[in-house]
């Protein structure tokens, strides 16, 4: 039986990734600013248990990484960087301290962690991102079902056709940047959101959970993919 991957797993190889992208990064501009004795200038911003590896970069954690970036902002990283990625970091140390600690994350949880890493790795232009972007897109998935398997109604139950409509999305992500497709719950090509009719989902392609204005199921579909493409259902018209 296949190991299923566990949202703790996800979080550790975008850690692991955001050490890698991070480290030469961090490297390059504190020498830039310091100069050859920039260890030196480093060690006083780090605790006693980090100063033996400050001088040895290809040792250094996420742990590391982080806190040297932290302690060292005014004197190098705030010329680099703005406030919202100084919150980014914080966010995303509080985020390695739980998982440190063996906390669990939930998808929703799982979701905005990786998201925040995502931004941070778009922010210092690492060629990494889009290894982080795909655990992203794992969890979404996960949401996706979840939220699919509540709303959905018993197998003897018709699909429901009146009352106040709801909205799914259609995300096809096979020929970048990809549709997505905004139906009405009612539109006879939604098929009680498992497909448009006859085309079933390929594999790189989902549908949202029901939502419920046509603004709420735009914002999922940039929220999935930024750079997809949005439309309303030519059939339904949903706006």
């Known amino acids: 039986m296949a190991h299923e991957t566990s949202n703790s797993e996800r979080i550790g190889a975008a850690l692991d990734i955001l ?3 991070l480290r030469p990064y961090v490297e390059l501009h504190l020498r830039t ?10 060690e006083h911003s ?3 248990k980090s100063k033996a590896v400050v001088s040895r970069p290809e040792s250094w954690d996420i742990h590391a990484i982080l806190m ?6 005014n004197g190098v990283f705030s010329h680099l960087l703005g406030q919202t990625e100084r919150t980014l970091i914080s966010e995303i140390r509080d985020v390695r301290n739980k998982w440190a600690h063996q906390e669990t994350f939930n998808n929703e949880n799982a979701f905005r962690a990786l998201g925040t890493m995502e931004k941070l790795l778009v922010t210092v232009s690492a060629k990494q991102v889009s290894d982080v972007g795909r ?6 998935r996960l949401m996706t079902k979840d939220t699919e398997k509540a709303v959905r109604p018993p197998p003897n139950d018709k699909p429901r056709v009146s009352g106040t409509p709801s909205y799914h999305v ?7 940047p990809g549709v997505a ?12 959101g498992h497909g448009i009719q006859g085309k079933p989902p390929n594999r790189k392609s989902y549908w949202s959970p029901s939502l419920g204005s046509y603004d ?3 914002t999922f579909s940039q929220r999935a993919s930024p750079n997809i493409k949005i439309r309303p259902c030519k059939h339904c018209n949903p706006r």
């Open 33 to 42: 600013k310091y100069g050859e004795h920039w260890a030196l200038e480093v």
């Open 46 to 48: 780090v605790t006693l």
């Open 19 to 21: 050490k890698q992208a």
């Open 170 to 176: 259609y995300v096809n992500t096979r020929r970048p």
């Open 135 to 140: 655990l992203k897109a794992e969890v979404l």
């Open 181 to 192: 497709m905004i139906h009405l719950s009612q539109c006879v090509y939604a098929d009680d």
């Open 216 to 218: 709420k199921a735009k």
């Open 68 to 73: 040297i970036i932290w302690n060292n902002w």
